[in-house]
């Protein structure tokens, strides 16, 4: 019942802001060619609400990819909406891209699968996979230069996915560690290959090889499936235990079991835990600015330092505190919030 209440106040209060679209059709469909992959790929991208307005113009953006994108549009719009709105918002404005499933398996599984068939010992389950490490050439060196050469982006990436597509982020991290500056790992599917990923993390973790990063990793009940092959606890835990031992100012991590939830329905709060967890530390009180002046800055360069990447204030934010310091009279206020402005955007009036 609360996660129902949860969406059910997250979708009405987006669907307001987004003037109660149908969230999940309200975005770009763009076709890529993909030299790599010998195919086209489809994606999907969502941009901020005002990234068109002419005032913002200056603006820069945070941009989150995510897997199974022909079915989580909608979610990932309605949640970075609602915590992106507003001058207490929890987060920056970003660009959703949702990346189309074509070979979901083969795309999103880091090495072949030798699991034999239940009901038939000759055959193997998931024959058609192990493809990974094409899927993230594609990432790298195609999509990557598409979205940078046609949005207004700031350099920080998130990536996000669920079950395999969680499987394919945690390989990510571990072996192309520069693509990403943060990774929500949703259920991630940490059994693959008897435990590669977990393997894999207890090799390379304590070399420090890593790249600066941070790390949220939700875990669903699966206890129902104890049997198949969605129960990687053990593994799981592997994973956690190397991350949590390993995790300094340079990886940032958060572990948390979502007991009420499945496979099924953990996506929604995870995403939404994920995203406060990455942007901890990012929402102020501007109006501490009467005792604190530099409230603002301070807050973006603590930020900054933790997320090993240069965050700056919003036009939108900067406009709303000067306008708010305005109505209510407080020259001294306005006119500090105006000269830090000018810091940030020099030539916006």
């Known amino acids: 019942m609360k996660i129902k209440l949860f969406l059910f106040s997250v979708l009405l209060s987006v669907s307001g802001i987004a003037g109660a679209q149908d969230l999940n059709r309200s975005f770009?469909?763009?076709?890529?060619?993909?030299?790599?992959?010998?195919?086209?790929?489809?994606?999907?991208?969502?941009?901020?609400?005002?990234?068109?307005?002419?005032?913002?113009?200056?603006?820069?953006y945070p941009v989150l990819y995510f897997f199974d994108g022909e079915t989580s549009m909608g979610f990932y719009k309605a949640v970075t909406q609602f915590l992106g709105r507003g001058v207490y918002a929890n987060m920056p404005e970003v660009i959703l891209v949702g990346i189309k499933n074509k070979d979901r398996t083969y795309d999103l599984t880091p090495t072949r699968s030798f699991i034999k068939s239940p009901d038939d010992s000759s055959k193997l389950l998931f024959e058609n996979s192990g493809g990974n490490e094409g899927f993230v050439r594609f990432l790298e060196e195609e999509l990557f230069s598409y979205v940078n050469e046609h949005y207004r982006t700031d350099g920080y990436t998130i990536l996000s996915g669920h079950?395999?597509?969680?499987?394919?982020?945690?390989?990510?991290?571990?072996?192309?560690?520069?693509?990403?500056n943060a990774y929500i790992l949703i259920d991630p599917s940490i059994w693959w290959d008897n435990g590669y990923i977990a393997r894999e993390a207890i090799r390379i973790i304590p070399t420090g090889k890593v790249q600066p990063a941070v790390v949220y990793m939700a875990v669903a009940n699966n206890k129902e499936k104890a049997n198949g092959f969605d129960a990687g606890e053990h593994a799981s835990q592997q994973l956690k235990e190397i991350l949590t031992s390993r995790q300094d100012s340079a990886l940032l991590f958060r572990y948390k079991f979502y007991e009420q939830e499945d496979h099924g329905t953990i996506p929604l709060p995870a995403l939404y835990?994920?995203?406060?967890?990455?942007?901890?530390?990012?929402?102020?009180?501007?109006?501490?600015?009467?005792?604190?002046?530099?409230?603002?800055?301070?807050?973006?360069?603590?930020?900054?330092?933790?997320?090993h990447h240069r965050f700056i204030p919003s036009l939108q934010k900067f406009d709303f505190i000067v306008r708010y310091f305005w109505e209510n009279k407080k020259p001294k206020e306005e006119q500090t919030v105006l000269e830090q402005r000018k810091l940030f955007y020099p030539d916006v009036e």
Request: aromatic residues 14%.
């Open 28 to 60: 770009a469909t763009t076709e890529l060619h993909s030299r790599i992959l010998n195919e086209d790929r489809e994606i999907y991208i969502s941009l901020p609400p005002n990234y068109a307005n002419e005032r913002y113009q200056k603006e820069r």
């Open 163 to 180: 079950s395999f597509g969680g499987l394919a982020a945690s390989n990510i991290l571990l072996h192309h560690t520069n693509l990403f």
């Open 273 to 307: 835990d994920g995203l406060k967890f990455i942007f901890e530390g990012y929402v102020f009180d501007f109006k501490k600015i009467t005792t604190q002046p530099s409230v603002i800055t301070d807050t973006y360069k603590a930020f900054s330092g933790r997320n």
